[in-house]
C-alpha cells in the first residue's frame, strides 16, 4: 500500500490552520497514524485510528478520514509545531509511510 | 519512564555485518510487538521489520529481506536486528519503536533515540 502526502512542505505564519493529507493506494479503514518528527529526533506519535488523540498531545491537532482519504489538521500553528509531519498506514504489511511534509515558518 | 534505547550502531564496510539492540524498560516488554524504522540521511521513514510478543509472526521489507533478521529475547527485555551484507543504502538512522494496537487502531507509540549506521569503505 502506497501512501501519498500532500502537499511535500508547505510555509505557514503562527495562528495558521494547517491541513496536511494522506492517500492511500487501497482501502486501510482507519488504520492510519500521525506522527510528528523535529530535526534529529525520533518521530513522536500524535494521532492513531485516523482520528484519535495521543494522549498528551495538544487538542489543536485533529486528524480526520477512512478508506483512502486522510487530513491532519492543525487548528492554530504554534512555534513549536514547525516539524516534518508523516502518516504511516498499520493495515498490512508492509508498514508504509508517506513521504513527508514538511511544515516551515512563513 | 517507558524508555527504548538502541545501540550497535557505527561504521561497516560494504558487504560487512552489524546487530542492533534495542533495550526496553518501564512496561512489560514480553505483551507488544516491536519495531525498527530506519530514516536514511535526509529522507522520510522507512518501515523494516515487526516482531510480534512471542517472535511467532515476523515481517521484513522486501529491499532487507534475507539480509537483516529481527529477534527478540523477553527475558532480557531487548529487541535485536542482525544486518549482513550491508549496502551503501542501508546507511541511516535506525529505530526500535512499540506497537499499540488498541480497540480503536494501531500505532507505534514509543519510540528510541536511534542509532546511526553508517555502510562506507
Known sequence: IQLTQSPSSLSASVGDR?????????????YLAWYQQKPGKAPKLLIYAAS????????????????????????????????????QQLNSYPRTFGQGTKVEIK | EVQ??????????PGGSLRLSCAASGFTFSS?????????PGKGLEWVSSISSSSSYIYYADSV??????????????LYLQMNSLRAEDTAV???????????GVAMDVWGQGTTVTVSS
Do not use: H
Open chain 1, 18 to 30: 494547517v491541513t496536511i493529507t494522506c492517500r492511500a493506494s487501497q482501502g486501510i479503514s482507519s
Open chain 1, 52 to 87: 484519535t488523540l495521543q494522549s498528551g498531545v495538544p487538542s489543536r491537532f485533529s486528524g480526520s478520514g477512512s478508506g483512502t482519504d486522510f487530513t491532519l489538521t492543525i487548528s492554530s500553528l504554534q512555534p513549536e509545531d514547525f516539524a516534518t509531519y508523516y502518516c
Open chain 2, 4 to 13: 527504548l534505547v538502541e545501540s550497535g550502531g557505527g561504521l561497516v564496510k
Open chain 2, 32 to 40: 507488544y510487538s516491536m519495531n525498527w524504522v530506519r530514516q536514511a
Open chain 2, 65 to 78: 529481506k534475507g539480509r537483516f533478521t529481527i529477534s527478540r529475547d523477553n527475558a532480557k527485555n531487548s
Open chain 2, 94 to 104: 535506525y529505530y526500535c519503536a512499540r506497537t499499540i494496537t488498541m480497540v480503536r
